[in-house]
């Protein structure tokens, strides 16, 4: 046995010897709900409690917890009545950052993320490129057992684990957004078949998500990018993170901006066909700029979720051989490109991200979905 050898050993074993009995977790012991008829409110409830770790399977791990961020998601499911797969209690967040405690040794004491969303490799969708969509993916914090992001440690599947190596002065538990506000981005824009020199749209550039949009769109070649949104101080950033123009919508209906927009065309010599229109808000005013701005062979890529019902003649697609297309998620083989990205500087994540302490989360939820959009993504960070 060489030294290297032995090294790699002990450090397996002090590894090994952090294996907890217990998982510590904040579950949410039951969302918000309100009744029907009365309209009356129950608040949801979040506990710390602790549940055994369970008994691990061939190819998967347990990962102990660096830090989960906190999504729209999230609070979709414990505010406004989206339901979870698994019933819970459970443990919500599926944006983690970690490193792999115990289970396949291939895999101890390396730092990986965790995708948000873990196809099953069997389907026909997963076997066809779609495997981001698969309706068997498993998903921390919705549809893997009890298991979420806000916990000590989380038992995952090792298959669609992203290692992160050489990541510099980046602290682990930032490297959290790229299991999904970082990677959705991306696949957004593979979705929408995004090629270098392509002029693209970002509705919500402000947002957590909007805002790697910009920066991703940009890094993979966009030629141009416009931003639009409301809040004019983070429209002013976002100029320096990809976008080359914003468009400041208070106020303003789809038409005047569609006006403003093509103002903005005819003056800086940009064609008024084939924009790639990223809408990240998932409400209404910001589909019904997207819809007013698609034009002759757009695309109006749907990033963001909402219940909004928006009217459009969609007779107008045929005239204008254009597209509505929805995207969801991101495949894991991608993340390895994004995680790239993030280190080597070509998207930067730093001034978007922030770290708390988990024992926050219920004043964080509270904060956050008050705020609706907060400056930037909360990361928890493990304290108990
Ligand atoms: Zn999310
Ligand atoms: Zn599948």
């Known amino acids: 046995m060489n030294e290297q050898t032995t090294i790699k050993k002990s450090v397996r074993r002090e590894k090994m010897a952090t294996i907890p009995d217990k998982i510590l977790t904040w579950q949410m012991v039951q969302p918000t709900s309100r009744d029907r008829e009365t309209g009356e409110v129950t608040p949801g409830k979040i506990e710390k409690t602790e549940v055994p770790v369970p008994e691990l399977g061939p190819g998967e791990v347990l990962v102990e917890v660096a830090g989960c961020g906190v999504c729209h998601t999230d609070l979709g ?40 969303v873990m196809p099953c490799r069997q389907c026909i969708l997963c076997k066809t490129g779609r495997g981001n969509r698969c309706l068997n993916q498993k998903m921390p914090g919705n549809s893997l057992g009890l298991y979420g992001g806000f916990s000590s440690h989380i038992p995952v599947p090792s298959i669609d684990l992203c290692e992160v ?33 392509d002029n693209v749209v970002v509705i919500g550039i402000t947002g957590g998500v909007g805002q790697y949009v910009g920066q991703i769109t940009k890094a993979l070649g966009a030629k141009t990018v ?14 320096k993170y990809g976008a080359d123009f914003v468009i400041n919508s208070t106020d303003k209906d789809a038409r005047a901006i569609s006006k403003e927009f093509r ?12 924009w790639k229109i990223f ?32 009217e459009y003649a969609i007779g107008r697609l045929m005239a204008f051989d254009a597209e509505v297309i929805g995207t969801w998620g991101c495949l894991p083989e991608y993340y390895p490109i994004v995680m790239d990205m993030v280190l080597n500087k070509k998207i930067d994540i730093g001034p978007f991200v922030e770290t708390r302490p988990m024992s926050s989360i219920v004043e964080t939820f509270e904060e956050v979905h008050k705020a609706g959009s907060p400056a930037k993504r909360i990361v928890l960070t493990p304290d108990f």
């Open 279 to 310: 809408e990240v808000t998932g409400v209404k005013p910001g589909q019904e700029i997207g819809l007013a701005l698609l034009g002759f062979v757009g695309k109006l890529i749907v990033v963001g979720y909402g219940l909004a019902k928006t």
């Open 77 to 116: 499911y414990f505010y406004d009545g989206v339901p979870t797969v698994s019933k819970p209690p459970l443990t919500l967040g599926h944006e983690i950052a970690g490193t792999v405690v115990a289970g396949d040794e291939a895999w101890i004491g390396k730092e990986v993320i965790i995708p948000a």
């Open 263 to 274: 103002g903005l065309c005819k003056e800086n010599g940009l064609p008024t066909f084939g």
């Open 226 to 239: 416009v931003g639009i949104a409301r809040n004019q101080e983070k429209l002013d950033r976002s100029l």
């Open 165 to 197: 190596k050489d990541r510099g002065e980046f602290p682990l538990s930032h490297l959290a957004v790229v299991a999904d506000a970082g990677t959705t981005p991306y696949q957004a824009a593979k979705r929408a078949d995004l090629q270098p020199g």
